[in-house]
C-alpha cells in the first residue's frame, strides 16, 4: 500500500506537469519546450542532477525510516502526518477521503501512462493531442487503416 500510494502520489503531480505547461511557460528555452524534450533540456542544465539529489535524500532521511515503521506496525502506510489539520475527524469520513485519494492516485497513474504513450506515439502532448489536427479522432481513424497514427 505505501508504494501504490506513494506512486499515486507522484503520479498525479506527473499529470498536473503534462497539462500546466501548455497553458503556462517560463521564458527562454522552457518556453519552445514539450513534454519530453523538457526531460532532455533539465538533465542538460543540471536541475534534474539537484532534483533526483533532494528526492534521494528525502528517501534516505524520512522514506525508508518510514516504510520500516509501516512495516513494524507503527504507523499507516503513506500516512507521514503531513496536512493533518484540514482532515475529518470522524473515522468514516477519514476512510473516504484516503480511499479517494487512493483511487485518484490509482487514475492518475492510468492517465501518466496514457499521455506519454500518445506523446511518443504522435509527438504531442496531450493538449495538442485533443485540440490540434490530426487529432484523436482522426488517429483512431488512421490506425484502423494503417495500423499506425501520423
Not at 506527473?14 to 505547461?21: L, S, Y
Not at 500516512?79 to 492518475?108: H, S, V, Y
Request: aromatic share 8%.
Amino acid at each position: 500500500r505505501e508504494a501504490e500510494l506513494k506512486h499515486g502520489r507522484v503520479c498525479m503531480l506527473a499529470v498536473v506537469g503534462m497539462i500546466v505547461p501548455h497553458f503556462i511557460t517560463l521564458p527562454g528555452i522552457f518556453s519552445t519546450l514539450n513534454v519530453v524534450t523538457a526531460h532532455d533540456a533539465l538533465v542538460k542544465t543540471g536541475s534534474m542532477q539537484q532534483l533526483l539529489l533532494f528526492i534521494g535524500l528525502f528517501e534516505t532521511v524520512v522514506g525508508i525510516p518510514a516504510a520500516w515503521a509501516t512495516i513494524k506496525g507503527e504507523r499507516e502506510a503513506g500516512d507521514f502526518q503531513f496536512g493533518t489539520t484540514f482532515m475529518p475527524t470522524d473515522p468514516a469520513k477519514l476512510n473516504e477521503k484516503k480511499l479517494i485519494e487512493l483511487k485518484n492516485g490509482r487514475l492518475a497513474m492510468l492517465a501518466t501512462s496514457g499521455m506519454l504513450h500518445h506523446y511518443f506515439l504522435t509527438g504531442k502532448g496531450p493538449i495538442q493531442f485533443i485540440t490540434q489536427i490530426p487529432n484523436f479522432k482522426s488517429c483512431a481513424a488512421a490506425a484502423v487503416d494503417t495500423g499506425l497514427c501520423k
